[in-house]
């Protein structure tokens, strides 16, 4: 995009027809140009060049002071500094003791961006994140950063393969040789991305596992998942019922009973402890089946004691009948 723009605006300056309209939408390039790739020189000094035609000198100030931070070592910002003096200080245009102008390239470069840099200078902790950025990507631990490299550093960032044109871009502009970027090179390309727009860097760091307060971010690990054997239900059986029936029977002489006793015991089959069962309630003494041979025996299962209501009364024997016989008369 900054090379249409440039190209255009070299046209029209040629022909004498810089207006209004064409620098305005040059301005607004040149600034689209800057959020995309703060990092982007030439799209910075275009955007100098068209803030000195908008009067914008203050803002053109401040741009060339942040291509000083970045170490840029270029002519051409000498030169534009010096036509933007001449236009604020026609008068004074080798007045050395202008005070305006100084205050406003102090502010940038003394700008400080915790936790990245401080007073126009990388902090110690950055300075050591970008490090080892550098050194996770310098696979063959030569200093540099090759091409091979940059396009594996690239695609962690980015999300794709790294252009021609942005290699050649650092290349140019930050300290390199034919081996690849440097780690002064590296370094230098995030303070200017920094600078120029901070929100770009934390991005960067994110993705490549730094939050914004340079701590490593976690690294999450799946939780292993225990499977817990199945137990197999089975069901109670069905708890076995008892009924034991004792009928007393009519002796001989006796009372008769008015009811009988019915005993009804549960007694569960499961080693689960055994839910209460009501307690038996009888509906009346057990008689003994004989006068002679004392109580029935007990059941086998324990039953509430219960009450006689009423004592059966003992046995009467009845006496024999004894027939005496009268002995044959005598003969005489």
Not at 146 to 154: A, C, G
Not at 271 to 292: E, H, I, L, Q, R
Request: one cysteine or more; proline letters at 11%.
């Amino acid at each position: 995009m900054w090379r249409t723009t440039d190209e255009k605006l070299q046209q029209a300056e040629k022909e004498n027809r810089l207006d209004d309209l064409l620098l305005e939408e040059s301005y607004n390039n040149f600034k689209e140009c800057l959020d995309m790739d703060p990092a982007c020189i030439e799209a910075r000094f275009g955007l100098i060049y068209i803030c000195g035609h908008m009067d914008k000198f203050p803002e053109a100030m401040e741009e060339l002071s942040i291509l000083e931070e970045l170490g840029i070592d270029d002519d051409r910002i000498d030169e534009l500094k010096d036509n933007i003096i001449k236009m604020t200080n026609p008068d004074e245009q080798d007045d050395e003791e202008d005070e305006e102008l100084p205050q406003k390239k102090a502010k940038v470069e003394f700008v400080t961006i915790p936790p990245f840099v401080t007073e126009g200078e990388i902090t110690p902790p950055f300075k050591k994140v970008l490090d080892d950025i550098f050194n996770r990507f310098d696979k063959d631990k030569d200093g540099h950063l090759s091409l091979k490299e940059l396009d594996s550093f690239h695609r962690v960032v980015n999300g794709s393969p790294i252009a021609q044109s942005t290699v050649q871009f650092l290349m140019d502009n930050f300290d390199s040789s034919p081996q690849g970027l440097s780690s002064d090179g590296f370094t230098g390309f995030y303070i200017g991305q920094t600078i120029g727009d901070v929100s770009e860097t934390i991005k960067d760091l994110k993705q490549l596992g730094f939050n914004a307060d340079l701590s490593p971010i976690p690294v999450q690990t799946a939780p292993t998942t225990t499977k817990v054997p199945t137990t197999a239900t089975t069901k109670a059986p069905a708890p076995t019922t008892t009924t034991t029936t004792t009928t007393a029977t009519k002796p001989s002489g006796a009372v008769s009973p008015k009811a009988s006793s019915t005993t009804t015991t549960t007694k569960p089959t499961t080693a689960a402890a055994p839910k209460p069962t009501s307690p038996t309630t009888a509906t009346g003494p057990a008689k003994p089946t004989s006068p002679n041979r004392g109580p029935a025996s007990p059941t086998k299962t324990p039953t509430s004691p219960t009450t006689n209501k009423s004592p059966a009364s003992p046995n009467k024997s009845t006496p024999a009948k004894t027939t005496q016989t009268k002995p044959p008369p005598r003969k005489k």
